[in-house]
């Protein structure tokens, strides 16, 4: 069964604590994997799309990597005004559909 | 550039009552549409999606139903709510470009809050 995994499922840091958030997946034929920012209240942002194991993307404080079963998104030296819920969903090849993970809420106290 | 509507912002309806949430998308054509669901803490949960006008795929049997009169146009309703209808409901587009997925994935609308009481 195709899954996205997301840990943890709330992170508090420090501002300039770095740390990294993890989803982990199980797809047959991944097609491409999307990590998205979520404020309280608002839809959620596109940040990066990673397509193939080994791709990074960077985005500010945040930097985001690919393995065959697994992404990380890097966030160093956070600032407050990162605190969101991250959310990462996969593509299979079998639709257009993306499977969402249930989150990672990041919380950086001043 | 692109944009999606939709509305209203915040919602508060007693149970037994009739639902309309409409989405509305600018600057492109023939997009995929997509009506998402959220409760607190929780993941996305795909509700529907459309490829055309006309065509709407149900992923979740519910108390809900969707429609796309018109391209750019997608109603997501019910004719009467249940308490557990209470969430976040989000729209979504996504286009194909060269038969793929656009890099950016899906665009989503801004959210309509949900009460029923």
């Known amino acids: 069964e195709d899954q996205v995994t997301q840990s943890p499922e709330a992170l508090r840091l420090q501002e300039g604590e770095s740390s990294s958030l993890n989803c982990s997946y199980t797809?047959?034929?991944?097609?491409?994997l999307f990590w998205y920012r979520q404020d309280p209240g608002k839809g959620p942002e596109f940040l990066f799309t990673?397509?193939?194991?080994?791709e990074e993307k960077e985005k500010e404080r945040l930097k985001a990597t690919l393995t065959k079963k697994e992404s990380f998104l890097h966030i160093t030296a956070p600032k407050p005004e990162d605190s969101a819920t991250y959310l990462c969903?996969?593509?299979?090849?079998?639709?257009?559909?993306?499977?969402w993970g249930a989150g990672t809420k990041l919380i950086i106290k001043p | 550039s692109q944009t999606i509507h939709q509305w209203p912002a915040t919602l508060v309806q007693p149970v037994g009552s009739p639902l309309s949430l409409e989405c509305t998308v600018e600057?492109?054509?023939?997009?995929?549409l997509y009506w998402y669901r959220q409760a607190a803490g929780r993941g996305l949960q795909l509700l529907f999606y459309?490829?055309?006008?006309?065509?709407i795929s149900s992923e979740v049997p519910q108390n809900l139903s969707a429609s796309r009169p018109q391209d750019r146009q997608f109603i997501l309703s019910s004719k009467k709510l249940l308490l557990s209808d209470s969430g976040f409901y989000l729209c979504?587009?996504?286009?194909?470009?060269?038969?793929?997925?656009?890099?950016?994935?899906?665009?989503f609308g801004s959210g309509t809050r949900l009460t029923v009481v």
């Open positions: 979504a587009w996504s286009v194909l470009r060269q038969g793929r997925l656009a890099n950016y994935g899906y665009t």
């Open positions: 600057g492109t054509s023939n997009p995929n």
């Open positions: 459309s490829v055309g006008i006309g065509q």
């Open positions: 797809v047959s034929g991944l097609r491409g």
């Open positions: 990673l397509y193939s194991a080994g």
């Open positions: 969903a996969v593509l299979r090849d079998s639709n257009y559909q993306l499977i």
